[in-house]
């Protein structure tokens, strides 16, 4: 079993991420479930990813990385021992810490994870804000992932990717960056990453 | 620097459309850009982190819309079966820098606004506010911080 922990601040695309990664995945066959966090009494992101017919587990009212860190280590076991899934894709809140996240994964006593891999969403349009403003949780995104996306690549101006992508690899220099829009969905330095994953 | 606040809003409101002469969606996308920029003008230092609405429909369809900046343009997938004439709809105001108070304040402005805009064409009755845990929870104090001190 895989756990693809995909992460990015408020907005910056995750669920349109999550919808096409879990296409894909169960497009190959590979039995995929979305585990979603979600700050608030009511999850809006799970209840369009139900629409769209996935299998949605939910985390509410409350952030995975600090007050939830417990619950998600539940959740995952009672997941993984109902469903077996190859794939677990987990959407922490925009306003989770990684870190803390991964420190809350290393309670998990399930059957062996193959692999935990952390994509990040940048949002190219809004990355010059949000590095001034919220500028350690952006980093830390950036820090922890082993591929960073660049999201919204179909709105955002040449100038905008090019510092999305600049900003990613001078705090992440060995991550791959690549482009992602939900209008052109993964190009091939994208598809070749998710690959290594589905092996 | 300071700390910027953060306090989530969730909100359930029941949209009716009196007539048929008016798309549901220009009047949805006028509420919440009007929301989000009533954050903006009124609190210039706070941060719209996202604001996020969704209706879903018995025949399976849905309608998510998308503020991530008032500078943007409202993200919108999905669609409103052609002959709704009142739909529920559920509101995640993720805004950092407001006051919850502050922000059911912004909302009813923005509602307000709108409903005089497209007058008679809509109304809209709040079905319920949800409350969301103490702040505590969402004090992310060693990694959200702010330029100047905030409006309140």
Redesign the interface.
């Given at each position: 079993m895989k756990l693809i922990l995909v992460t990015g601040?408020?907005?910056?695309g995750k669920t349109s991420l999550i919808i096409r990664l879990a296409d894909l995945f169960c497009k190959k066959d590979r039995k995929t479930v979305v585990l979603v966090n979600?700050?608030?009494?009511?999850g809006?992101?799970n209840?369009?990813m139900r629409?769209l017919g996935l299998n949605v587990w939910e985390l509410l009212?409350?952030?995975v990385c600090?007050?939830l860190a417990g619950d998600l280590v539940d959740m995952l076991h009672q997941l993984v021992s109902d469903h077996a899934p190859d794939f677990v894709v987990v959407e922490p809140s925009?306003?989770a810490?990684p870190s803390s996240v991964l420190k809350a994964l290393s309670f998990y006593k399930g059957p062996v994870l193959d692999k935990i891999a952390i994509l990040t969403i940048l949002?190219p349009?809004?990355l010059h804000?949000l590095m001034?403003?919220?500028?350690?949780?952006i980093v830390?995104h950036m820090k922890q992932a082993d591929c960073v996306v660049i999201g919204k690549s179909d709105m955002a101006t040449s100038d905008e990717m090019t510092f999305a992508e600049t900003t990613a690899r001078k705090y992440n220099p060995s991550a791959p960056v690549v482009p992602f829009s939900t209008v052109q969905y993964f190009n091939d330095a994208f598809y070749k990453e998710i690959k290594t994953w589905t092996k | 620097m300071d700390k910027m606040i953060f306090e989530p809003l969730a909100l359930e409101q029941m949209w009716r459309r009196t007539t048929k002469d008016h798309d549901w969606v220009p009047v949805l996308l006028d509420y919440l850009s009007s929301l989000g920029s009533l954050c903006n003008e009124r609190f210039p230092s706070s941060l719209v982190g996202h604001i996020k609405a969704m209706a879903g429909f018995s025949s399976g369809e849905f309608i998510r819309f998308s503020v991530v900046s008032p500078g943007l343009p409202v993200g919108v997938d999905g669609h409103i079966p052609k002959d709704c004439t009142s739909l529920t709809l559920t509101v995640n105001v993720l805004v950092y820098g407001i006051s919850r108070f502050n922000l059911e304040s912004l909302n009813a402005e923005a509602l307000l606004q709108v409903l005089y805009r497209w007058d008679p064409a809509f109304s809209v009755t709040a079905l319920k506010r949800l409350n969301v845990l103490n702040k505590n929870i969402y004090d992310h104090s060693n990694t959200i911080m702010f330029k100047e001190k905030h409006n309140e």
């Open positions: 601040f408020l907005g910056s979600e700050i608030g009494d009511i809006i992101d209840m369009v629409k009212n409350g952030c600090c007050s925009g306003a810490d949002d349009l809004r804000v001034e403003v919220m500028t350690p949780l830390s | -």
